[in-house]
């Protein structure tokens, strides 16, 4: 069903289409992002997004910083999955000086990687929810999100902008009782994404909503430089954990949900089923999680050989790659990000064309975006 | 120590760190672009090609187009200032074989200036926008290069390395 049928009758008379502005202080864009669209109607003849209201100029921060120091940067772009930023931008230095990160490290950072992830998709679930105008569920996803947070306080000292993980490793050990806490927050986290699983996914208004809105097909959306569950929904199996295997993730067994249509539901669907996948891979790591050290040598300063990389990683929206320049020095000469939900917000213009401004919010709010990894 | 270690291991020939699949892109790309000066080198343990600027777009429709290379996603396109030359780097990816390939060109400095990419990708769009903000490359053909992450009528190129981290006016 086209919503530009219900117009027709209207394009028959003289009119003007209206501009409005949404954003960038407006609940439903998720951050400082603005939108301009030109509205017939109810209908969204053209939209023109705005970004940049979030520029710190991360990148060229990071020139004036010692390697070590960068890593803070990267906790304050995607800030919602801190974890996995951190651990791209260390993987790029130990590439290119050749470090192996100990055993107990790697299980660790794949630990709070994935718990970062089911994190970030509970935050996501609530969030797209309201967008839908389902108020409840965010109650219960936040309660679960807190939880992990609290998890990431007692091991690393801050409920977000940990600054933990290290070149090399890891700042310090997990504490003590890492495991039973793990045990503990594992179950209730399981029950949590259940239940918002089973409040949200099929309730007939919420997928009247977010069903056969903001689809598009598969050509498209790899042409738009799509990745993460945004491309999964459009039906392709692609994910840089399994395509270009990294850290210790080929060891563990895990699925890669994929959807069919590429619509706003499918997205969101494909979130969820990632959540539980995730909590699967957790509990593997912990199982054969080793004891010994988290640091591979202690060194006060940093500095990789001459020489260029390009690393990438599967964040929890997507394909976050980062290129690292290095002139010989203590500080890196060029880092350049690539952000996975600056690439998928290009595509917003073209899915937001012919539909109905309720749904603009809805397809913004699907494509999951954070907008200090868009402006950096 | 292992710093040093690690720079008395870097290879003489610049093809040594490729792995057999790195090696397999770059013969694929040489067959498809046929005749052109390649220069294969490696990012690390990627392959790369260098190119001529002017060559970039035709480069790129070629390499997206043709099944044997098969381009079809672009990830990332970065820009370096090495201070006599901005280097621009493109990065592609093609989902059905699993290839990563880098492509490098070099701007002179006082005119940066090439083809555009945006007809073969859209992705290049937005990538070519915050070039053209933090750069000043000038990308021929895109169809609007205005500001995308600065506000309009900032003076300067922020991304450049004579850009001043804090000696400048703010908004």
Known sequence: ?376 | MTQRRSKQEQPQDPLAALSEQGRDILSRVALVLEDRALNPGALLDRPQITIDPQDVAQVCRILKNDPKTSFNTLLCIAAVDYKDRIQMVYLLLSTDGERVLAIKTDLPYDNPELPTVSGVWKAADWHEREAHDLFGVRFTGHPDLSPLLLYEGFEGYPGRKEFPFHEYDEY
Request: hydrophobic content about 40%.
């Open chain 1, 1 to 376: 069903m086209s919503a530009m049928e219900n117009a027709d009758p209207l394009s028959q008379t003289h009119h003007v289409d209206l501009m409005l502005n949404m954003g960038p202080q407006h609940p439903s864009t998720h951050g400082v992002f603005r939108m301009l669209l030109r509205v017939d109607g109810e209908v969204v003849v053209d939209a023109e997004p705005h970004i940049g209201y979030l520029h710190r100029g991360s990148e060229k921060l990071a020139e004036g910083e010692q390697y070590h120091q960068v890593v803070t940067l990267f906790d304050r772009m995607d800030y919602i999955s801190n974890f996995n930023n951190e651990w791209v931008y260390c993987r790029a230095v130990e590439k290119l000086m050749g470090i192996e990160p100990p055993e107990r490290a790697e299980h660790i950072r794949v630990i709070l990687g994935e718990l970062n992830r089911v994190a970030s998709h509970l935050l996501f679930l609530g969030t797209f929810g309201l967008d839908a105008g389902a108020m409840t569920p965010v109650m219960f996803s936040f309660r679960g999100r807190e939880r992990v947070q609290a998890l990431f306080e007692a091991v690393s000292g801050a409920r977000m902008m940990h600054n933990y993980l290290h070149i090399g490793g890891l700042k310090e050990d997990v504490p003590d009782n890492f495991h039973s806490l793990m045990n503990g927050l594992l179950s209730e986290l399981q029950a949590d994404v259940e239940e918002c699983d089973r409040l949200l996914t099929f309730n007939e208004v919420f997928v009247a909503r977010s069903k056969n809105v903001g689809a598009i097909d598969l050509q498209t959306a790899l042409d738009y430089g799509w990745t993460g569950p945004c491309i999964r929904a459009c039906g392709l199996e692609y994910d840089v954990r399994r395509a270009e295997p990294y850290s210790i993730y080929p060891r563990f067994d895990f699925n890669i949900p994929i959807a069919r249509d590429g619509d706003c539901w499918d997205r969101y669907f494909v979130r969820v089923m990632e959540m539980y996948e995730s909590l699967h891979i957790i509990r593997q790591a912990l199982k054969e999680m080793p004891e010994g050290p988290v640091m591979a040598g202690a060194r006060r300063l940093i500095r990789p050989p001459k020489g260029d990389v390009y690393v990438r990683a599967e964040n929890p929206r997507g394909e976050i790659g980062v290129y690292l320049v290095s002139d010989g020095t203590d500080k890196p000469y060029r880092v350049k990000v690539r952000p996975p939900s600056f690439c998928n917000l290009s595509a917003l213009r073209q899915l937001v064309k012919n539909a109905y401004i309720a749904d603009a919010v809805v397809i913004l709010g699907s494509l999951d975006i954070v907008l200090g990894e868009v402006d950096r």
